[in-house]
């Protein structure tokens, strides 16, 4: 959603009107609705990995939503069409097959149903170099980088580090695992917090899952301990000041990771999620080989999480370097490229249609 919302933002003086399409029952309708955008929904589900008990019903599904997108479509009239991934982009594809598109890829390697979007879409952008070779040379593939939000800046280390009432004298830890947060990471952190409070200050995003267990375990915390230690269920408009005041951040390896780290240079130790396919691992390993992250397997976390963390706080060469390292992956215009490209798009549309 996060792309999607930040290329709109970057294209909203230059398009007329704006529809966002998402699914029925989908978790973006409450946020777009948020941020002021007509929002309509289709029928959509998936095919891949669905058992064969679900796989007729969830084929039906898409079948209702190209039936749908075909309404939305005539109603609407688009000049261009941005993917940013997800089936239930498929049936909008498949209707607007004549409509000029854009495929946004926000990871490495892209999924099926990304796949799947870039036989349709005139245009493909890739957060890196990396992904081209997962795609047909043939098509037009543009390296934009990941567009973050535009909501985001990278602030005063020692100005935001007052915000959580933290100290300028000792390295922070950023940990973080995504709305609804990473258990294992959690509960890697709460079983070593003692020692890594003896080296660091920390500011733990808990996901709402574990907040009640995370805050229950460690409201006892011994008051030196407690005054380095900072938990929080999720952050909105905080989280520019959570990356900006960190020195390392411990998090998953969603896409989001391949933009947002960059941004604030910041150096991570990622743990891709074990379910997820490949596409977080091959993230993490992009960011290794930049030698900017370092990456321990969610199995390892437990005896690996102390000492990779307190190596590399205690390193501060390699800890600066690594920081360049992520720092120079930044793209900060990429929402602005993939804006320019959807008006391209959209112009020879419109010509085509004189």
Avoid at 186 to 192: I, M, R
Avoid at 197 to 214: F, R, S, Y
Wanted: proline share 6%; aromatic share 6%.
């Amino acid at each position: 959603m996060y792309p999607a919302l930040s290329v709109l933002q970057a294209v909203a003086d230059r398009a007329e009107s704006v529809l966002w399409v998402g699914g029925k029952g989908g978790m973006e309708a409450d946020l777009i609705a948020r941020n002021n955008i007509p929002y309509a929904e289709i029928p959509a589900a998936g095919v891949h990995g669905v058992g064969l008990r679900s796989l007729p019903g969830n084929i039906a599904k898409l079948m209702q939503g190209v039936t749908h997108s075909r309404r939305l479509l005539r109603e609407f009239q688009p000049d261009v069409m941005l993917f940013t991934g997800g089936y239930v982009a498929v049936p909008m594809a498949v209707a607007g097959i004549r409509i000029n598109s854009l495929l946004y890829v926000p990871d490495i390697e892209p999924g099926m149903a990304l796949k799947a979007l870039a036989r349709f879409s005139d245009v493909i952008a890739l957060t890196a170099e990396e992904s081209k070779r997962y795609f047909n040379p043939s098509k037009r593939l543009v390296v934009t980088g990941y567009p973050t939000r535009s909501t985001m800046r990278k602030l005063e280390k020692g100005a935001v580090r007052k915000v959580f009432g933290l100290s300028t004298d000792m390295p922070v830890l950023l940990v973080i695992g995504g709305s609804k947060g990473a258990r294992s990471i959690n509960n890697a952190v709460l079983d070593h917090l003692p020692a890594l409070l003896e080296k660091t200050q920390v500011i733990h995003v808990t996901g709402q899952l574990d907040w009640d267990e995370i805050q229950n375990k460690t409201r006892d915390l011994p008051s030196e301990h407690a005054s380095r230690y900072r938990s929080f269920p999720f952050l909105h408009d905080e989280i520019d000041a959570a990356f900006s005041s960190a020195d390392l951040c411990v998090s998953r390896a969603g896409a989001s990771t391949l933009g947002e780290l960059p941004m604030f240079g910041l150096p991570a130790v990622l743990v891709p999620y074990p379910y997820a396919w490949r596409y977080q691992k091959v993230n993490a390993e992009y960011l290794v080989s930049k030698q900017a992250a370092v990456l321990v397997r969610n199995e390892d976390l437990a005896a690996k999480l102390l000492p990779t963390v307190i190596g590399l706080l205690e390193d501060r060469k390699k800890l600066s370097e690594m920081a360049v390292r992520m720092q120079s992956l930044d793209q900060p215009q990429a929402a602005r490229k993939i804006a320019d490209l959807l008006i391209e798009l959209a112009e020879k549309n419109t010509a085509v249609r004189k």
